[in-house]
């Protein structure tokens, strides 16, 4: 089965400073999809970013960014100009080709005023 | 679009009874759903795998007696815990893929929070 690790429990970041989350991955695949998903006190999960494995260039969405490097099995988020908005739980997720999806611990981001 | 409904969002059952947790896709046909629990400030642990009209896929662990999963439509997918005990206390989420050109992503419903007294 794959594994999602995610190392950080706890992260803070001052706001409009740039943070990044750390994820790592084990698996055989060499197809698959990678997703950050953010969990507000909402516990709505809300997709933040998508990379495709057979994608060499990192995914971007606005402030967040990707740094993927497969051979590393490495996939960090990189959350620009930080926001009061942007404080959640992230997680990362790995998409299997039986489209299960597995998700890593989270990082709870904290944005300090 | 891809919207997510999941019902009900808490519910609160005595032990012994059974509780239906309904996710539904309202504006696309999700022909695979996902079911996860969340315990306090862990991560998602999927639980199982529902296909539309086959039986669903469980996760090792997960007994399937317990929790019950039927998906009869291209739009919803069903939980049934039954004969609920308080360690089955917990968050649940489903999610669902679009069939459609969407389909490389899940889109989650906003979870049910069971308690079991």
């Known amino acids: 089965a794959q594994t999602v690790t995610q190392s950080q429990p706890e992260m803070s970041v001052q706001e409009a400073e740039t943070v990044t989350l750390s994820c790592t991955y084990d698996?055989?695949?060499?197809?698959?999809?990678l997703f950050w998903y953010k969990q507000p006190p909402s516990r709505q999960m809300i997709l933040v970013i998508r990379?495709?494995?057979?994608?060499?260039q990192n995914a971007t969405e606005n402030r967040f960014s990707v740094n993927f490097q497969k051979a590393a099995k490495s996939f960090s988020l990189k959350i620009s100009d930080s926001q009061l908005g942007d404080a959640a739980m992230y997680f990362c997720a790995y998409r299997s080709t039986g489209n299960q999806f597995y998700f890593g611990t989270g990082t709870s981001l904290t944005v300090i005023p | 679009g891809a919207v997510v409904s999941q019902h009900p969002s808490r519910v609160i059952c005595k032990s012994g009874t059974s509780v239906k947790i309904e996710c539904r896709s309202l504006d696309f046909q999700a022909t695979t759903m996902f079911w996860y629990r969340q315990f306090p400030k862990k991560s998602l642990m999927l639980m199982a795998t529902?296909?539309?009209?086959?039986?669903?896929?469980?996760e090792q662990g997960v007994e399937k007696d317990k929790f019950l999963i039927n998906h009869a439509s291209l739009t919803l997918s069903t939980l049934t815990v039954t004969s609920a005990h308080p360690e089955d206390s917990s968050f649940y989420i489903c999610?669902?893929?679009?069939?459609?050109?969407?389909?490389?992503?899940?889109?989650f419903g906003q979870g049910t929070r069971l308690t079991v007294v």
């Open positions: 990379q495709e494995a057979y994608k060499q």
């Open positions: 698996t055989s695949e060499s197809d698959y999809y």
């Open positions: 529902s296909n539309e009209g086959s039986k669903a896929t469980y």
């Open positions: 999610s669902a893929r679009d069939r459609g050109p969407l389909n490389t992503e899940a889109f």
